[in-house]
Nanobody
Framework: QVQLVESGGGLVLAGGSLRLSCVASGRTLSTRAMGWFRQAPGKEREFVAAINPWSGFSTHYADSVKGRFTISRDSAKNTVYLQLNSLKPEDTAAYYC?????????????????WGQGTQVTVSS
């Protein structure tokens, strides 16, 4: 089992920044791709970013966040981060960390096997 706990969400003005963290306990994350997803009220959960456990820690981003968000991981701390810059009101959502079975194959949320409880990000205009 893997337990994931997110933190770092909050209320921020448009144009501001936040750094989300996802700490894992239980099994190591070193062999798993990690992803961030978000879900706004009344909308489906959507992919935000993902990072592979190897392949040079290759990363993938949703078009809507490219150039603004950065995903990274610290294997020694079993932690994944999401740096959110130039935030927009449309970025408002609950943000979830998730762990894949292994290397990233798809950004479909259904492929990720472990999920955190989420952290709320609210961007005011």
């Amino acid at each position: 089992q893997v337990q994931l706990v997110e933190s770092g969400g909050g209320l921020v003005l448009a144009g501001g920044s936040l750094r989300l963290s996802c700490v894992a306990s239980g099994r190591t994350l070193s062999t798993r791709a990690m992803g961030w997803f978000r879900q706004a009220p009344g909308k489906e959960r959507e992919f935000v970013a993902a990072i592979n456990p190897w392949s040079g820690f290759s990363t993938h981003y949703a078009d809507s966040v490219k150039g603004r968000f950065t995903i990274s991981r610290d294997s020694a701390k079993n932690t994944v981060y999401l740096q959110l810059n130039s935030l927009k009101p449309e970025d408002t959502a609950a943000y979830y960390c998730a762990a894949d079975r292994g290397e990233l194959r798809t950004i479909d949320p259904g492929a990720f096997v472990y999920w955190g409880q989420g952290t709320q990000v609210t961007v005011s205009s």
